[in-house]
């Protein structure tokens, strides 16, 4: 049924050793030329969740309304802030991934997928270890409860998400130019249609379902049940993400099918 996608699954698989040596390549190529090298690529998100907890919890102190998963904004906030900033450098980088690589595409016969799931998977081997040190600094919220282990699952959803969405926007790109503007603008608006800023509860009744319109609003909610409450997940975060994931894959399978032989030339 999802041949093409399968295909590009075995593709993976048989060049996974080509697939680690281009993404440490890739990782080493965000910091190249640095004086602080690779840990300019952590303090850049790290400086920016510190300065919401300044800003919010400490010059301010602001804190939610009643029912709220966490009294302090600031708190609040740096835990969906963060999944959300790793889902849109995962995504922009692999949407861009195949027309950056288009000169070496058009010379070697190398799979287009091994650019795309390269981009993403260098964002995650940034952002997951930011992500497990926020889930150490809350410790005191989910003093380390059972439920915590279901970061990984979250973590493992989170790039399998990323992997497909950019994969898709990615052969849309090259297929059409606009695509990147239009993902690019969707991006930036998109953190106001999600949980990140504010409790779902806060949203009008008659406009939440808009929220769910968003791929990341089940994981970020998912986040802050587990680090603000120490709560498992409920299931319509596991129910979502993987209807999410479904989708995605059903139409990478199609745009794969459809854009196998002319990918190339597009480029």
């Not at 650019?115 to 380390?144: D, E, I, K, N, W």
């Not at 603008?185 to 504010?198: A, E, M, Q, T």
Request: glycine share 6%; hydrophobic share 60%.
């Amino acid at each position: 049924m999802l041949h093409a996608f399968g295909a590009e699954l075995r593709t993976l698989w048989t060049s996974r050793s080509l697939l680690w040596v281009l993404t440490r390549r890739e990782v080493a190529a965000r910091h190249a030329g640095t004086a602080a090298g690779i840990a300019w690529l952590y303090l850049q998100p790290l400086l920016v969740v510190a300065a919401y907890y300044l800003v919010f919890d400490v010059v301010f102190s602001m804190r939610l309304g009643e029912g709220a998963p966490a009294r302090a904004v600031g708190t609040y906030l740096i835990v969906g802030a963060l999944p959300w900033m790793a889902f849109c450098d995962g995504v922009a980088r692999g949407m861009n991934s195949l027309l950056d690589a288009g000169g070496l595409l058009q010379k070697n016969p190398l799979p287009p997928v091994l650019f795309v799931v390269r981009a993403v998977l260098a964002s995650a081997l940034v952002f997951a270890p930011l992500l497990l040190l926020v889930a150490l600094a809350y410790t005191p919220l989910h003093g380390f409860a059972l439920p915590v282990v279901a970061l990984i699952p979250l973590l493992a959803l989170q790039w399998l998400m990323c992997a497909l969405l950019a994969h898709v926007l990615a052969i849309l790109a090259v297929a059409l130019r606009d695509t990147v503007q239009l993902v690019g603008f969707l991006l930036s608006v998109g953190i106001y249609l999600s949980p990140v800023l504010f409790p779902m509860a806060l949203f009008p009744q008659q406009w939440r379902w808009v929220l769910w319109l968003n791929p990341m609003t089940a994981l970020v909610q998912g986040y802050q049940q587990v680090l603000l409450q120490g709560a498992w997940p409920p299931a319509a975060v596991w129910w979502v993400s993987l209807a999410w994931l479904a989708l995605l894959a059903g139409a990478l399978n199609v745009l794969v099918a459809r854009s196998r032989d002319q990918l190339v030339d597009w480029l």
